[in-house]
């Protein structure tokens, strides 16, 4: 699978951005997904994921009651919707899919594909 995220850009603090995956090449309903950041000097950091089917999600405590993941398998699509951005929230985000597994994965190393990062920057 073929993945291309898009939606990046700089915005001001506490303002929205939405971020969006595209899948290409096999349906992305075959596979977790998951949004991950990297900030400059940082470690890659898990942001979220969702379930093949939407029914369950899991965000990282810095984005929970900020950040909301969501898909649409009928257009192979995943997406991340930001509120009351921060200007720590700036980094790299890149989005990623993952075989199904139980529990949704929250190490990087567990995503086997992975989009090309958009840039979020957020001015104070």
């Known amino acids: 699978v073929q993945l291309q995220a898009s939606g990046g850009g700089l915005v001001q603090a506490g303002g929205s951005l939405r971020l969006s995956c595209a899948a290409s090449?096999?349906?992305?309903?075959?596979?977790?997904m998951g949004w991950f950041r990297q900030a400059p000097g940082k470690e890659r950091e898990f942001v979220a994921a969702i379930s093949r089917s939407g029914s369950t999600t899991n965000h990282a405590d810095s984005a929970k009651g900020r950040f909301t993941i969501s898909r649409d398998n009928a257009k192979n699509t995943v997406s991340l919707q930001m509120n009351s951005l921060k200007p720590e929230d700036t980094a790299v985000y890149y989005c990623?899919?993952?075989?199904?597994?139980?529990?949704?994965?929250?190490?990087?190393?567990?995503?086997?594909?992975w989009g090309q990062g958009t840039q979020v920057t957020v001015s104070s």
């Open positions: 990623a899919a993952a075989n199904a597994r139980k529990v949704l994965p929250i190490t990087w190393g567990l995503y086997e594909y």
């Open positions: 090449g096999r349906s992305s309903s075959s596979y977790v």
